[in-house]
């Protein structure tokens, strides 16, 4: 292959990636991403709050559930969002183009939030199913999930959704929402985090 085509072909290559990372940059001011990651950890710790009364029969303290990331493995979310003072300090993580670390850290959050959010869908169809209503996901969790990723995505593409395993054991179900309750807290104090972090520099 002649260099001429190399070049061009390392180009288009390049440009490709560029475009596909463009894709999540957010139309939102920080200061908005902000606020509604804000009220996200808000309904987040209300709704947690909730179900740990509502299943106070239930094992869904943090110390007597495990904690499993729905996320691990399938996004750098966390890597990517380490701020870069943090990388320049002796992180392990190498230093990386700021404009495309913040890209890659915002499409991560975006990417997280459209998995729990499609395992919530599918946990929320599986109670309304079964329990009579004895606890339900509260919309003003779902709205502030949706809020947020409308801000992070350009093309306001909808999240697919989880389908619903049809005849689960009602424990189980309920036991499965007090660990992704849990581990997406840990997440929404994240998110809220980097988002600050964000609108501060």
Partial sequence: MCPSR???FLATLLLLIHLSLARATPVSPPAKCLDHSQNLLRTTNHMLEKARETLKDYPCSAEDIDHEDITADQTSTLQACLPLELAKRGSCLPPQN????MTLCLSGIYEDLKMYRAEFKAIN???LDHNQ???VLD???LIAMDKLMQSLNLNDERPTQTPSPKGADPYRVKMKLCILLHAFRIRAVTISRVMSYLNSS
């Fill in 125 to 127: 169809a599986e109670l």
């Fill in 98 to 101: 700021t404009s495309l670390m």
């Fill in 133 to 135: 209503k004895q606890i």
């Fill in 6 to 8: 190399c070049l061009l």
């Fill in 139 to 141: 919309k003003n969790m």
